[in-house]
């Protein structure tokens, strides 16, 4: 099975939205709603944003938000801080114990 | 709340066997949550490698499968991973997770750098 297609770029000013795709197929996003986003910022490790599509741990602010149409995950991220300047992943649960890890998205806050 | 800690050889040369371990704090391994390892070569992005159980069942990545093996030590309260025949491009940070289901990673180490060399 092939990765999880991230944009490898994004970018936004302080206050604007951005949107990070997440494609794959209609036999792991698509058929399971089990997605998750995470944010790195440099030499740490992940952390999580979202799970199932659209839930967000506790301490995630509300800025943070996930969904999906058909076999394309989207996270968006509202009111765009200089703190988000980081790179974002996805992963999906593809079905048959196995898991699908986008290729990352770097964030640059303009 | 979980915390974990990664710690292992930083050095292994060529077809050498990797053993990284995972001490535990602030929950048992063997309450409901899964264990596990993801790995980022330097400048690239994620790779899952592998995950258990508080039972001791285990799903690896399809890639890997035949080269890692992860395992629990209950009385140290501590995971553990080995991966044979390591190459050059298993240079890599590996970063231990946990979560309460497996498709989803709550907790992360800090995080070991692992460079393949002779």
């Known amino acids: 099975q092939s990765a999880l297609t991230q944009p490898p770029s994004a970018s936004g000013s302080p206050g604007q939205t951005v949107t990070i795709s997440c494609a794959g197929s209609i036999s792991d996003v698509g058929a399971y709603n089990y997605v998750s986003w995470y944010q790195q910022h440099p030499g740490k490790a992940p952390k999580l944003l979202i799970f199932e599509v659209d839930k967000r741990p506790s301490g995630v602010p509300p800025r943070f938000s996930g969904s999906k149409s058909g076999h394309t995950a989207s996270l968006t991220i509202s009111w765009l801080q200089a703190e988000d300047e980081a790179d974002y992943y996805c992963?999906?649960?593809?079905?048959?114990?196995?898991?699908?890890f986008g290729g990352g998205t770097k964030l640059t806050v303009l | 709340q979980v915390q974990l800690q990664e710690s292992g050889p930083g050095l292994v040369k060529p077809w050498e066997t990797l053993s990284l371990t995972c001490a535990v704090s602030g929950y048992s391994v063997t309450s409901s949550y899964y264990w596990g390892w993801i790995r980022q070569p330097p400048g690239r992005g994620l790779e899952w490698i592998g995950i258990i159980s508080q039972s001791g069942s285990t799903y690896y990545s399809p890639s890997l499968k035949s080269r890692a093996t992860i395992s629990l030590d209950t009385s140290k309260n501590q995971l553990s991973l080995n991966l044979t025949s390591m190459t050059a491009a298993y240079t890599a940070v590996y970063y231990c997770?946990?979560?309460?289901?497996?498709?989803?990673?709550?907790?992360w180490g800090e995080g070991t750098l692992v460079t393949v060399s002779s």
């Open positions: 997770v946990a979560s309460p289901n497996w498709y989803r990673f709550d907790h």
């Open positions: 992963i999906s649960y593809a079905g048959s114990n196995n898991l699908l």
